[in-house]
Each structure stands twice: as structure tokens, then as C-alpha cells.
């Protein structure tokens, strides 16, 4: 199933597959949105297309990535490992050895190629033009999230710019605070692309904002990618097509071509507001700090056009999947830096930098601590507090059996590295900002070279008997599996984590041979 072309062929896709619900009675998008969507998401709801925000002509567009089915809906794909997959075939090329491998190393490049971004001269956001006095944010249903929160608040931008050295474009999902009719601040924080680009300008720095994306690009917006990588070519390669653009109206930035709502404009060196506090993913309220002032000098969108909308707050929110998306098509580039990870997994209510659970064939005294500097040395990951490892047979997913590894294999004198380095903008446990404690946890089996008594053996039920059981469960009367409302669902999650572990420890084999 490819991915969805527009906002309008996503919205129409939940519908038919009966994953949004059209709520037509007027809401305030002053908080009320923002307590109806956190009771949807925590509940498991669909996509909510609110057709009548109180003071807005514009439908509220919120939750469309808010489970697991529609983040793989938004993909086009069966399970989000699939987008990993298909970035780690390419990852993973090797020189040709016959014509078979040349053709498919053929087919792969040309992937490559078809997901540049091209220009086109037409646009659907073109149905209205304003500029100068009459760009009017008022008109958009822009959600105040939180009672803290000093404003309304943009959550699902895709924020564009170009490093002014080099010209290489940037695509992040950057926060706006509304300032007024015709501003808002730019929260990019110290470790984003987007601050990167805007420091290197001796003065004026160009910024487009597109609303309103088909869900791969404005997935793609939320990637972590580096610098130099363009995240519409990614987006491109997850689709299958490229991203289509247009030049701006007032500014030298092309910007997507479907998307409902395009906001040009720029920012100044040394033009600073003093933006939050933001209720914010970490569950608490980001404190108030000086961020760059955006003007806007355009604003384009469709007639009817739809506003898209986020909502974060303590864990899980919407942004979760998200998360779990990047989780999951990131894989194979850590596993190419980091040959022993089998899998790994960023829990939830970690905000996703705060913890990262991995697991390793482990060959060497020590390598788990190797492994946990190595993921304190990787992009982003770099700013993750805590690092658990755990052997190659533990699911990582399974958090319950992670914690039992914790308690079971750790000697906290022996097995706990305590150590230092940079942290997330907005954590604010850490004395310093930016600055502070990390801890390691080595949760492995530990064995005679690493100085211990001799290791026991787990306790396992042999798989014949399992089996057995499996069959035979109905004859027992019993009724349904201990801890389930249903047998089969039981036995579905278990089918699904054994195959998750053979699937990784068969991609770790291939990982180890082809290193």
C-alpha cells in the first residue's frame, strides 16, 4: 500500500479504514481541545478532525499518529520494522558479486535517485495569498495546549531553512509561540539543525513553515538525521515518489507542494523574545528562555484549508509513535555503527531521552560498557541519561523482563558506570542546563573472565512441553490464559515476541558475517 499523497488522501484513508471521527460541535481549541485529545490517546482513540473550532473557519486536525496501526497506515506498511528494513537494504549494499546483485544494487540506486526532491510550478496552498499586513494568524485554530502555557502554541511544523555556508536544506519540527497576528518564536533548541543554521548567519536567515504535510513528510520533519542528509529525500525514499516543491512567494525557500497552510518569513540575529514555558513531552512545563523572533511575510493556504495539530504532555501522548517510528527505521544505521546491537528500545515514559534499552551478542569482558559509550556517542542519542544492556535472548520490549534482568544480573559495585556529558535541552533534573550525570547498567549474564562465581542456569520450560500445553490448553477447561481476557491474544503477543527475537537475532548473525 503506498503512502498517502496529501493531508486529504491521509484524512480519507482513516476514514475508510475507521480511524477518525469528525467531530462537527463547536470545541475551544483554549484548552478544551487539548483535555478531549489526552482522554482519545490514552484510551487507544482514533484521529479527531474537529470541523468547528471556536473562533476558526478551519477544521483542527489532532492525533492522526497516535497508535501503532495508523503510524503504519501513515508509512504504508505492515509493521514499522518494514521502514527499517528498507532503509538498511540500502545501508547495507555491498559491491556486486553477479548480475542478479547488479540489478538489484541497480534497483536500489535508482530508489535513491527517484527520492530527490523536484520543483514544480503549481500548488494547492496557492488558493489563498497573503502578504504584509494581511498575513493574519488569527485565522488558524492554533491550540493554547496547557493552563501554563503563556499563549497558543504551532506543534507540527515542518520548520525549513538553508545552512548559510553551504546552502544544505534542514527540515526540523520546531515549537512556535504566537506572539501576535504576524510573529511567533522559534524554540530551537541547542542541539537542533535549525540553531545551527540560524548562528551561522551574519544577520537575516529565510524560514518557510508548512502545515498540513502527507504524514511521511511530516514525519520526516521529526527525524533525526544528520546535517548534511535532506530529511524531503528521506521522506521521498519512504514513499516511493519524491516530494514535490514550489518557490516561495517572498522568500528564495521552496516549500512542499501539498501542504494546507505555508508560512514564509525570517529571522534576525539578536531579535530575541522570551519564549514558554511550554507543557512540554517531558511531562513537566519547559521554563521560559530567549528564542529567535519569527516575522512572517507570507502566508499561503488552501480556501478550506486543514490546521494540524499535537499535543504532548506527561507520557503517552500522541508524539509517542512518533517516536517509536524512528525507533524502529533507525535501527539498521545504529546497528551499522554499533555491529553487536540486536535490538534496542526507548520507552515511552523515558520521553525517549531519558532512557535507551539495548541488547548485544556479547563476545568480550566489558562490551556492554563499549556499547554504552558507543550510544553516548551517536547523534542525538548522545544526549540519553541511561543506557540498560542486556543480553541478545532478552526482548527489549518487554519491559517486565528487562526489570527482572535488572534485579537478577546486576551488582550494583560492579555493574553500574556512572559518568558525564551533555543532556537534553529540556531536562531539567540535572544542576547544570545541558549538563550533567549518566548512568550504564549492565544487566548481562556474566561469565568467568569477567571475575565472577559461576553463573546459574535460567530456569526455562523446554519447548516440547510448551507446545504441548499450547495445543491442549482448551481440553483443560480452564478457560482463558492466566492475565488475559482472551486465550488467543495471549498466545499472538508470545508468537509475536519469539519471532521478534528470532528475526533479531537472525538480522545480528547477517550483521556479524557481513562485518
Not at 491521509?10 to 477518525?20: D, H, M, Q, V
Not at 520494522?81 to 547495507?92: F, P, Q
Not at 533534573?429 to 568467568?448: E, L, N, S
Request: glycine share 8%; charged share 25%; with cysteine.
Amino acid at each position: 500500500m503506498a503512502p498517502p499523497a496529501d493531508l486529504r488522501d491521509w484524512i480519507a484513508l482513516l476514514e475508510r479504514e475507521g480511524e477518525l471521527v469528525r467531530v462537527q460541535k463547536e470545541v475551544d481549541p483554549y484548552l478544551e481541545v487539548t483535555e478531549i485529545v489526552d482522554r482519545t490517546v490514552r484510551s487507544g482513540g482514533p484521529a479527531l478532525l474537529f470541523e468547528n473550532p471556536k473562533g476558526s473557519s478551519h477544521s483542527l486536525l489532532v492525533n492522526q499518529f497516535g497508535t501503532e496501526r495508523r503510524m503504519c497506515l501513515a508509512l504504508g506498511v505492515e509493521r514499522l520494522d518494514d521502514a527499517g528494513a528498507k532503509l538498511g537494504s540500502v545501508l547495507e549494499m555491498q559491491p556486486p558479486e553477479g548480475l542478479v546483485d547488479k540489478v538489484r544494487g541497480l534497483k536500489k540506486l535508482k530508489s535513491i535517485a527517484d527520492s530527490r526532491p523536484k520543483t514544480v510550478r503549481t500548488a494547492a496552498h496557492h488558493d489563498v495569498v497573503l502578504t504584509g499586513d494581511d498575513v493574519n494568524l488569527d485565522l488558524l485554530p492554533i491550540q493554547h495546549c496547557w493552563p501554563g502555557d503563556p499563549a497558543p502554541f504551532i506543534t507540527l511544523p515542518a520548520v525549513i531553512t538553508h545552512d548559510p555556508k553551504t546552502g544544505t536544506r534542514n527540515v526540523g519540527m520546531y515549537r512556535m509561540q504566537k506572539l501576535d497576528s504576524r510573529s511567533t518564536a522559534m524554540h530551537w533548541q541547542l542541539h537542533k539543525d535549525g540553531r545551527m543554521d540560524y548562528l551561522a548567519t551574519d544577520g537575516r536567515l529565510e524560514v518557510a513553515v508548512a502545515l498540513g504535510l502527507d504524514p511521511v513528510s511530516a514525519y520526516s520533519a521529526s527525524a533525526p538525521l544528520p546535517k548534511h542528509i535532506d530529511e524531503f529525500m528521506l521522506a521521498g525514499f519512504l514513499k516511493g515518489e519524491p516530494v514535490e516543491l514550489v518557490p516561495g512567494k517572498t522568500i528564495g525557500i521552496e516549500v512542499p507542494a501539498n501542504a494546507e497552510i505555508v508560512l514564509e518569513g525570517y529571522v534576525e540575529q539578536g531579535d530575541l523574545t522570551l519564549e514558554g514555558p511550554f507543557g512540554d513531552h517531558t511531562g513537566y512545563y519547559s521554563a521560559a528562555e530567549p528564542f529567535p523572533v519569527f516575522h512572517v511575510t507570507a502566508m499561503t493556504m488552501r480556501s478550506d484549508a486543514i490546521y494540524p495539530s499535537i499535543v504532548v504532555g506527561k507520557p503517552p501522548a500522541e508524539d509517542a509513535w512518533l517516536g517509536k517510528a524512528t525507533e524502529r527505521i533507525f535501527l539498521p544505521a545504529i546497528r551499522m555503527s554499533v555491529p553487536e546491537i540486536v535490538d534496542y528500545d526507548l520507552p515511552v515514559a523515558g520521553a525517549f531521552h531519558n532512557c535507551v534499552i539495548v541488547s548485544i551478542r556479547k563476545s568480550f569482558p566489558g562490551q556492554p560498557q563499549k556499547v554504552m559509550h558507543a550510544i553516548w556517542g551517536l547523534g542525538l542519542l548522545s544526549l540519553t541519561k541511561s543506557v540498560v544492556v542486556v543480553d541478545e535472548h532478552v526482548d527489549v520490549h518487554d519491559y517486565e523482563e528487562v526489570f527482572f534482568r535488572v534485579t537478577a544480573n546486576v551488582d550494583p559495585k560492579r555493574d553500574v558506570l556512572l559518568t558525564e556529558g551533555p543532556l537534553d535541552h529540556l531536562d531539567h533534573a540535572p544542576t547544570r542546563q545541558f549538563y550533567g550525570g549518566k548512568m550504564g547498567i549492565d544487566a548481562t549474564h556474566k561469565g568467568p573472565d569477567e571475575g565472577t562465581r559461576e553463573w546459574p542456569e535460567e530456569i526455562v520450560m523446554s519447548d516440547e512441553i510448551s507446545a504441548l500445553v499450547d495445543r491442549r490448553w482448551a481440553e483443560y477447561g480452564i478457560g482463558s490464559e492466566p492475565g488475559t481476557t482472551n486465550g488467543a491474544d495471549r498466545r499472538s503477543l508470545r508468537l509475536i515476541r519469539r519471532w521478534r527475537k528470532s528475526e533479531s537475532r537472525e538480522a545480528a548473525r547477517t550483521d556479524g558475517e557481513s562485518a
